[in-house]
C-alpha cells in the first residue's frame, strides 16, 4: 500500500482527531502564502482569496510555513497556536496542525486538479506537475 492510500485509509480517523482539538471551523484563505500578502510598512493586506473556503483554520498556517525554514515556521506556527488557545480555551492548535501536516497537501492536491481542469490547454504545461508534487508532499509527510 502507498503511503497516500494509507493516509486516506485512515482520514476520517485522522479529521475525528482534528475535530476533537476544539478548533472551529472558520473562513480559511486556502492559498495563504507571502506572495499573497501586500503591504506599505504600515499594513498588510491579504489579496486572491479565490481558494478560500470553510474549513479548519490550521490549513492556512500549513500553507503560510510551507516554503519557510524551520525555526521561522516554529515561531509562526507558536504565535498561531498562542492566540489561539486564547481565543479558544482547552483547544489544542499544535496537534490539530501536526493532524493535518500530511492532509493540507491532499487538499492542495485536489485544488490543482480543479485548476487542471478548468484552464486552458495552454495553461496546462505550467502547472502539469502540480498535482503530482502535492501528493508525493502528502506521502512523505509522516
Do not use: K
Not at 525555526?71 to 493535518?100: E, I
Not at 497537501?105 to 486538479?113: E, I, K, M
Not at 480543479?114 to 508534487?133: K, T
Amino acid at each position: 500500500m502507498s503511503a497516500a492510500a494509507g493516509l486516506l485509509d485512515g482520514l476520517d480517523h485522522r479529521l475525528q482527531q482534528v475535530r476533537d482539538c476544539g478548533l472551529p471551523d472558520t473562513l480559511v484563505h486556502g492559498d495563504l502564502h507571502p506572495g499573497n500578502v501586500r503591504g506599505d510598512g504600515r499594513r498588510r493586506v491579504v489579496i486572491d482569496w479565490a481558494d478560500s473556503f470553510v474549513g479548519h483554520p490550521a490549513f492556512d498556517i500549513l500553507r503560510l510555513t510551507e516554503d519557510v525554514d524551520a525555526d521561522a515556521a516554529a515561531r509562526l506556527t507558536g504565535a498561531w497556536a498562542r492566540r489561539w488557545r486564547t481565543d479558544v480555551p482547552g483547544s489544542d492548535p499544535h496537534r490539530a496542525v501536526d493532524l493535518l501536516q500530511p492532509v493540507a497537501p491532499l487538499r492542495l492536491a485536489a485544488v490543482y486538479a480543479m485548476f487542471l481542469a478548468a484552464i486552458e490547454p495552454g495553461e496546462h504545461p505550467y502547472h502539469v506537475h502540480d498535482v503530482p508534487a502535492a501528493l508525493a508532499r502528502a506521502a512523505a509527510t509522516p
